[in-house]
């Protein structure tokens, strides 16, 4: 394949791809760690709401893990 900086092997593309995928999925997962934070927080304060919301929360921490751990 070429690309701007010439031909680029399948390999290089694949080590750029799993590291731009690691990059984002940590970013997200550290991003969602704190949203859920507050959640709990406030669903300790007795908010129905919030209660879903760290739920939820908490499930798309366990997929990202689970595709973190695929990788």
């Known amino acids: 394949m070429q690309g701007r900086l010439?031909?680029?092997?399948?390999?290089?593309?694949?080590?750029?791809?799993?590291?731009?995928?690691?990059?984002v999925l940590g970013e997200l997962e550290e991003w969602l760690e704190k949203e859920l934070e507050v959640a709990e927080e406030k669903a300790l304060e007795g908010s129905q709401y919030f209660e879903i919301y760290a739920e939820a929360l908490r499930d798309v921490l366990s997929k990202i893990q689970e595709i973190r751990g695929e990788a």
């Open 6 to 23: 010439g031909f680029v092997d399948a390999k290089s593309l694949e080590v750029v791809r799993v590291w731009v995928r690691e990059e």
